[in-house]
Antibody, heavy 115, light 112 residues
C-alpha cells in the first residue's frame, strides 16, 4: 500500500525557515515525481513545484522560486521541502503528492508563522 | 499561467440527487503528446485531497461509477449522480498540461 507520511505541525517566527519531510512507503520515491502543494482555506490549492527524486531535478512555480527548496533522500525514501524567510503569508497546510496525476497524498503539515 | 475557472463556488444538493461542476481553462489543455491533463479531486473536511478522475474521464481505483468526467479543449465537467453523504467537501480541478500547474478555485458541495 502506498503511503506518504508527513512530519508534524510547525510553529515558526517570521524570518525563520522550516524543513518539512514526506516519507514514502509501499513504493520507491524514484518511481515518480514528488509534488508539493500549499493549502489555505481562503486561497484553495497552489502548486509549489516538483522534484524528480531519481536525479534531483526540480521545477518550481515562479511564485515559490525563492521561497521553497525541494530535495530528496533516496536512501530513506523521503522527500523534503524547505521554506525560507517565513512570513504570515506562509501560514498554511503543505501537502506532498506523488505520481503525475497526484494519485497519492500525504496527510499534510500545518505550518504556522507567528511572532 | 493557465487560469482555471471553476463554477459554481457553492453547490447545495439533496442526497440522492445529481450535480455538475464546471471547470474552464484560459487555454487549451491538449498537450503536444495528444493527451489532455485535466484531473479532479475531492477534499473532505480535515483530510487531504483525493484523486477522483484523471485525464478528463478516467476514474481512479476505487472511485464509484457515480463520478464521471467529460470535456475537451478548454471546457470540462465533473458529474456526480446519486449523491451520498461521503461526497460532501470541496472539489478541485487541476491542469498539468502547462507549466506551472494550476488548480481551480474549488466548488463546495453541501447538503441543501
Amino acid at each position: 500500500e502506498v503511503q506518504l507520511q508527513q512530519s508534524g505541525p510547525e510553529l515558526r517566527r517570521p524570518g525563520s525557515s522550516v524543513k518539512l519531510s514526506c516519507k514514502a512507503s509501499g513504493y520507491s520515491i524514484t518511481d515518480y515525481l514528488m509534488h508539493w502543494v500549499k493549502h489555505r482555506p481562503e486561497h484553495g490549492l497552489e502548486w509549489i513545484g516538483w522534484i524528480d527524486p531519481e536525479d534531483g531535478e526540480t521545477k518550481y512555480a515562479q511564485k515559490f522560486q525563492s521561497k521553497a527548496t525541494l530535495t530528496a533522500d533516496t536512501s530513506s525514501n523521503t522527500a523534503y521541502m524547505q521554506l525560507s524567510s517565513l512570513t504570515s503569508e506562509d501560514t498554511a497546510t503543505y501537502f506532498c503528492a506523488s505520481t503525475g496525476v497526484f494519485a497519492y497524498w500525504g496527510q499534510g503539515t500545518l505550518v504556522t508563522v507567528s511572532s | 499561467d493557465v487560469l482555471m475557472t471553476q463554477t459554481p463556488v457553492s453547490l447545495p444538493v439533496s442526497l440522492g440527487g445529481q450535480v455538475s461542476i464546471s471547470c474552464r481553462s484560459s487555454q487549451s489543455l491538449v498537450h503536444s503528446d495528444g493527451n489532455t491533463y485535466l484531473h479532479w479531486y475531492l477534499q473532505k473536511p480535515g483530510q487531504s485531497p483525493q484523486l477522483l478522475i484523471y485525464r478528463v474521464s478516467n476514474r481512479f481505483s476505487g472511485v464509484p461509477d457515480r463520478f464521471s468526467g467529460s470535456g475537451s479543449g478548454t471546457d470540462f465537467t465533473l458529474k456526480i449522480s446519486r449523491v451520498e453523504p461521503e461526497d460532501l467537501g470541496v472539489y478541485y480541478c487541476l491542469q498539468s498540461t502547462h507549466f506551472p500547474l494550476t488548480f481551480g478555485s474549488g466548488t463546495k458541495l453541501e447538503i441543501k
